[in-house]
């Protein structure tokens, strides 16, 4: 608790209003009561505890009472006015902090995402925060089928279970565009990695993405970037993993560098496929899962629900059309290229 003359002036008037009181029998007035909001908004922003401040109130109230008895109720209505009224201004005060806090939270989360900060001023504010930017860092953003934000419960649920398994850990949680994220020193890769696992629990099945660790304040914002990436091309190309490592998916990024030269290599290699029935769809479609099931064409057919001979009929039919054979190891690179192409470029779905 804090001494009796730290808070003294948190009761400035408060006896004589009693004895006020006691004289007329009267109810606090209007003017009264926002004096004392106002001394409570003080307190609470000079940081004294509410609890300390309400026991000073009333051992005042026990001083005062021989000089107050002549309307005892309506004093101990005064002390009721005049305590609710001190607590209510405190807690404003505290809504208010809270509310400034969460503001400069939230500028900062979408600054360091953004990089739209001076990076000195930044790595300052991110010491505030529990980051340290001269270090390396990396960052896990997690998407699932709904909006998240750090007050609903998944976003608690997941804070909560990597506090209580890591503690302290110089580790952000946070939320931006309705995913979750998560930046952790980049050595701690078993932070991001438990963060995946509640995040893809808590998310009913929502994939997360795991960007390298990068040095600096610049290397937040490129971490965060390649998750977000991963991301896009998990939903373009179709793929399904739950965790998903930026780093595995380099090679995604080169390929699309030049577009028009891999529009080109898409025409050229399975342009062909356009004459078949059904057009190209159908047989691309076929090389996909041709291609995932590492080119075993029993495994292939399971995926596809087809018989191994009538997946073979369909790689024998794109052997004709293109005069590329899937089997074979040389030709299998450049359909392999161009059919990841056609799933980024989403064609035959939209022209080239």
Not at 85 to 107: D, H, I, K, S
Not at 194 to 222: I, K, M, N, S
Request: contains cysteine.
């Amino acid at each position: 608790m804090a001494r009796v003359e730290e808070t003294a002036e948190y009761l400035d008037g408060y006896a004589e209003l009693l004895a006020a009181v006691s004289t007329t029998g009267r109810r606090l007035t209007r003017d009264e009561l926002e004096l004392r909001r106002t001394l409570g908004e003080r307190a609470a922003e000079q940081g004294h505890a509410l609890r300390g401040l309400v026991q000073e109130h009333l051992a005042a109230t026990r001083c005062a009472w021989p000089l107050v008895v002549r309307h005892a109720d309506s004093v101990l209505a005064a002390v009721e006015q005049a305590v609710d009224a001190f607590a209510e201004g405190y807690e404003r005060a505290q809504r208010l902090a809270v509310r400034r806090e969460e503001a400069a939270r939230r500028e900062f989360i979408d600054d360091l995402l953004h990089g739209r900060s001076d990076l000195g001023r930044l790595a300052e504010r991110a010491e505030r925060f529990g980051l340290r930017l001269a270090h390396a860092h990396a960052v896990a953003v997690a998407a699932g089928p709904d909006a998240y934000t750090e007050t609903d419960p998944v976003g608690r649920g997941v804070a909560a279970a990597l506090h209580a398994r890591f503690g302290d850990r110089s580790i952000l949680l946070t939320t931006k565009d309705d995913r979750l994220i998560c930046i952790a020193p980049g050595d701690q890769t078993e932070v991001l990695t438990y963060f995946a696992e509640q995040a893809h629990t808590a998310t009913d099945g929502g994939q997360v993405a795991l960007g390298r660790p990068h040095p600096g304040a610049g290397g937040v914002v490129r971490s965060y970037e390649e998750a977000l990436g991963a991301l896009d091309l998990a939903e373009r190309l179709h793929l399904d993993e739950p965790v998903l490592n930026a780093a595995d998916l380099l090679v995604y990024p080169v390929l699309t560098r030049d577009r028009e030269a891999m529009a080109d290599l898409v025409r050229s290699a399975l342009g062909p496929l356009q004459e078949a029935r059904g057009g190209a769809g159908p047989l691309i479609g076929t090389l996909m899962v041709y291609f995932d099931a590492g080119c075993v064409a029993a495994e292939a057919a399971r995926r596809l629900s087809l018989s191994v001979r009538a997946l073979t009929y369909r790689l024998q039919r794109i052997h004709q059309l293109t005069g590329s054979d899937p089997a074979d190891p040389v030709h299998r690179y450049t359909l392999q290229t161009a059919v990841i192409g056609a799933r980024l470029l989403d064609w035959p779905a939209k022209p080239l």
